[in-house]
């Protein structure tokens, strides 16, 4: 089975502009969350999709943004960048019918500058 | 709010053991995960206990205490490769998994 797959590994970005990341989840799983990585705060969650539907949120402000397509594949946007908005962004899916375990993709590390 | 508690760096030698504690508050969390994060890599799950008790999977144990908020990770015959932050997670009753900010081991020869 492949993993989560995510895209693109590595991006620079200026300040104000926009950004999109995709996740491929692992096959036959309908639920993929969103965390940003930073050394100072560790994961912190951004949102959590589940067929389609936004289950969860973080607390964020609504510059952040998702969303999920009926092949589970989920999307994350991220607009009017700011500089501390630098940071590893990861997904992670997981099957809604077992303990819940998170499988993570490997990140999507976005600079701004 | 809903906060996992868990030092941020620890240092051990190769061979011996080592614990890495982790609380929460009791009334926001069902089960605690443990996972591993080598540096430049994603996370990978290391357990999850739901039930009171120690759970043992070859070097690695993990236990729980649901009444006092309160896991641990015991990590036995330590390896160099052990090197590595172990975060501690729990899903709240929204099931949103919450993580600690993780405690980076090094492992020293």
């Known amino acids: 089975k492949a993993g989560v797959t995510q895209t693109p590994r590595y991006l620079i970005k200026t300040r104000g502009q926009q950004v999109t990341l995709s996740c491929s989840p692992i096959?036959?799983?309908?639920?993929v969350s969103w965390y940003q990585q930073t050394p100072g705060q560790g994961l912190q969650f951004l949102f959590e999709?589940?067929?389609?539907?936004?289950?969860n949120k973080g607390n964020f402000p609504g510059r952040f943004s998702g969303r999920q397509f009926s092949n589970s594949r989920s999307e994350m946007n991220v607009s009017t960048l700011e500089l501390g908005d630098s940071a590893l962004y990861l997904c992670?899916?997981?099957?809604?019918?077992?303990?819940?375990?998170?499988?993570f993709g490997e990140g999507s590390r976005l600079t701004v500058l | 709010g809903q906060n996992i508690d868990q030092p941020t760096e620890m240092t051990a030698t190769e061979g011996a053991i080592v614990q890495i504690n982790c609380t929460y508050q009791?009334?926001?969390?069902?089960?605690l995960f443990w996972y591993q994060q080598h540096a430049g890599e994603a996370p990978t799950f290391l357990s999850y206990?739901?039930?009171?008790g120690l759970e043992e999977k070859g070097r690695f144990s993990s236990f729980l205490s649901r009444s006092k908020g309160y896991s641990y990770l015991l990590l036995k015959e330590l390896q160099m490769k052990d090197s590595a932050s172990y975060l501690c997670a729990g899903p709240n009753r929204d099931d949103k998994i919450i993580f600690g900010k993780g405690t980076r081991l090094h492992i020293l020869p």
């Open positions: 206990n739901v039930l009171d």
């Open positions: 009791t009334s926001g969390f069902n089960g």
């Open positions: 096959s036959g799983h309908r639920s």
């Open positions: 999709y589940f067929s389609e539907t936004q289950r």
């Open positions: 992670a899916s997981r099957d809604r019918t077992n303990t819940g375990e998170l499988f």
